[in-house]
């Protein structure tokens, strides 16, 4: 118990021991101002009396408020965690779709390098197929020239046989 308390119920004592007193003197008969006086003792006693009591709702009430302070701060901790999670959720999200991002760049890029490639291929056989071309228009013309002059032909066949060793044959381009 503390000092005050203490202090504050020895003085309720003592008015309660005077309250007794004055009802003695009331009894008595005497003087009408001092039975007013000890009325007046009596109620303050009773007061004394719910002194202890309100201390004791005083410390439930201190006791209330720093359980209310804890459950505010706990709040707002929860608070703080749920916005950090959400938050978190948000930054996984993204990262997922920049990981699709990243793997679509990649497969891309592998689609444009087999488009340049198919390119390439496509030019090269155009002109494998303009060079066959050539090659039959040549044939062509060649046997028509040997069908045409029986003397020239010797001397056109060795021309042409030496223009075909020195030029790629189709199957090495």
């Known amino acids: 118990m503390s000092d005050a308390l203490q202090h504050t119920a020895t003085h309720c004592n003592t008015l309660q021991h005077t309250a007794t007193h004055c009802n003695t003197l009331q009894q008595t008969t005497y003087v009408r101002h001092t039975a007013t006086h000890c009325n007046t003792l009596q109620h303050t006693a009773m007061h004394c009396n719910t002194l202890p009591q309100t201390a ?3 410390n439930s009430l201190r006791h209330t408020a720093t359980h209310c302070t804890t459950l505010h701060r706990t709040a707002t901790h929860c608070n703080t965690l749920q916005y950090t999670t959400a938050h978190y959720n948000i930054l996984q999200h ?13 497969h891309c890029n592998r689609l444009q390098h087999t488009a340049t490639h198919c390119n390439t291929l496509q030019h090269t056989a155009l002109l494998c197929i303009t060079l066959q071309h050539t090659e039959t228009h040549c044939n062509t013309l060649q046997r028509t020239a040997t069908q ?10 060795h021309t042409h046989s030496v223009y075909r060793s020195l030029t790629p044959s189709p199957s090495l381009t």
């Open 148 to 157: 045409h002059t029986p003397t020239h032909t010797m001397s056109h066949t």
């Open 56 to 58: 004791t709702h005083c």
């Open 94 to 106: 993204t990262a997922t779709h920049c990981q699709i991002l990243q793997l679509t760049a990649k």
